[in-house]
T-cell receptor, first 111, second 117 residues
Framework: SQQGEEDPQALSIQEGENATMNCSYK?????LQWYRQNSGRGLVHLIL?????REKHSGRLRVTLDTSKKSSSLLITASRAADTASYFC???????????FGTGTRLQVFP | GAVVSQHPSWVICKSGTSVKIECRSL??????MFWYRQFPKQSLMLMAT?????????EQGVEKDKFLINHASLTLSTLTVTSAHPEDSSFYIC?????????????FGEGSWLTVV
């Protein structure tokens, strides 16, 4: 079952701007992950944040996690046209490797 | 390089026929694999958990007789779409959890596009 809701559903920005995507989930988790998917392609793992972490950075990516609100955000700074893709959050069901994906955000970065 | 391989990447079949998609873990064993389906412009929906040596566990609403899953070895799971119909046309993608120090890493295949005509 699909448990994560993401917003916005679609986001269009200019190169150089920051892009923020939000994800909300429903159950207890071990960790939350963000993935990127180019149109019609497989998934690329971006970052994993554990339930006891509040913020994590990786290059131009910044992820926050608020377990009390059951929400996470992904910030892409100084966006590039090559960042154009769909972005999904995914949470694991507690004690399983089963990943449940959010609805996704389609990001379009214009040069 | 890919650690989970799917085959075929693209397949077109006639309505009413069956199609098999393979998911292989390369250089590691996967006692569990997961199958997802993704319709255009939608998210990935978990279909089932493939368990090596035992029956697959299907998510609610997924027809187990239509989507046959076989996990006969520690490196191979297959998804067979039986009596395919145009509405089964979708992107199917599998995943497998890593082992050892990669235990918390989930590896995804490149996906398989199915078009039923």
């Amino acid at each position: 079952s699909q448990q994560g809701e993401e917003d916005p559903q679609a986001l269009s920005i200019q190169e150089g701007e920051n892009a923020t995507m939000n994800c909300s989930y429903k159950t207890s988790i071990n960790n939350l992950q963000w993935y990127r998917q180019n149109s019609g392609r497989g998934l690329v793992h971006l970052i994993l944040i554990r339930s006891n972490e509040r913020e994590k950075h990786s290059g131009r990516l910044r992820v926050t996690l608020d377990t009390s609100k059951k929400s996470s955000s992904l910030l892409i700074t100084a966006s590039r046209a090559a960042d154009t893709a769909s972005y999904f959050c995914a949470t694991d069901e507690f004690d399983t490797d089963k990943l449940i994906f959010g609805t996704g955000t389609r990001l379009q970065v214009f040069p | 390089g890919a650690v989970v391989s799917q085959h075929p990447s693209w397949v077109i079949c006639k309505s009413g026929t069956s199609v098999k998609i393979e998911c292989r873990s390369l250089d590691f064993q996967a006692t569990t694999m997961f199958w997802y389906r993704q319709f255009p412009k939608q998210s990935l929906m978990l279909m089932a958990t493939s368990n090596e040596g035992s029956k697959a566990t299907y998510e609610q609403g997924v027809e187990k007789d239509k989507f046959l899953i076989n996990h006969a070895s520690l490196t191979l799971s297959t998804l067979t779409v039986t009596s395919a119909h145009p509405e089964d046309s979708s992107f199917y993608i599998c995943s497998a959890p890593g082992q050892g120090i990669w235990r918390n890493t989930i590896y995804f295949g490149e996906g398989s596009w199915l078009t039923v005509v």
